[in-house]
């Protein structure tokens, strides 16, 4: 089953606007991380929060994490056309024994219109 | 999608044939990982491995099989391919257990 689930499944906004996305989860995670997949293409890893940061930065990049809540938002400032894609979360957790698993959520659309 | 590639890109393929799909990496990377997605289920993991010949089952590993001989290599299987097999799959490298690189996706029909 998914673990992350993000919010809004689709999200249509101007340039130079801002976007925010957000991810919920159920279980203790080790870290999050968030994942961009342009059309038909594989998904680019953009950034990783670990379980006892509170938010981090990259470039035009800011992610949250509150554990007390489950939640991680992906914030990306002064969109352009070319971050048009679909913005993933992927938790982190104890899958049984030693093994960790990544679990994906299904995504969030992001349409930036020029 | 440097230093990861795989093969077939595209392939059509009728109910009831065996299918390989191949994951080569150049990164020399412990972890390596399969997936498949499609509309409203998002990413689901298939088979993973974390060394040479050690693999284990992801959530919807039924009616796949994997094989890594050797860590550059990592194949899928689909015995007897079905039409719900129909996806996109998507081989994955991590030197971690951590963040994850992916291949460009191979698209299969099952007829």
């Known amino acids: 089953s998914q673990q992350g689930e993000e919010d809004p499944q689709a999200l249509s906004i101007q340039e130079g606007e801002n976007a925010t996305m957000n991810c919920s989860y159920k279980t203790s995670i080790n870290n999050l991380q968030w994942y961009r997949q342009n059309s038909g293409r594989g998904l680019v890893h953009l950034i990783l929060i670990r379980s006892n940061e509170r938010e981090k930065h990259s470039g035009r990049l800011r992610v949250t994490l509150d554990t007390s809540k489950k939640s991680s938002s992906l914030l990306i400032t002064a969109s352009r056309a070319a971050d048009t894609a679909s913005y993933f979360c992927a938790t982190v957790g104890r899958s049984g024994g030693s093994n960790y698993k990544l679990t994906f959520g299904k995504g969030t659309l992001l349409t930036v219109n020029p | 999608d440097a230093g990861i590639t795989q093969s077939p890109r595209h392939k059509v393929t009728e109910t009831g044939t065996p299918v390989t799909l191949r994951c080569h990496q150049t990164e020399n990377h412990r972890y390596m990982y399969w997936y498949r997605q499609d509309p409203g289920h998002g990413l689901r993991l298939i088979h993973y491995s974390y060394g040479v010949k050690d693999t284990d089952k992801g959530e919807v590993s039924d009616g796949y099989s994997v094989s890594r001989s050797k860590t550059e290599d990592f194949l899928l299987t689909l015995e007897s391919a079905t039409s719900s097999q129909t996806s996109v799959y998507f081989c994955?490298?991590?030197?971690?257990?951590?963040?994850?690189?992916f291949g460009p996706g191979t698209r299969l029909t099952v007829t």
């Open positions: 994955a490298i991590s030197p971690t257990l951590y963040e994850q690189y």
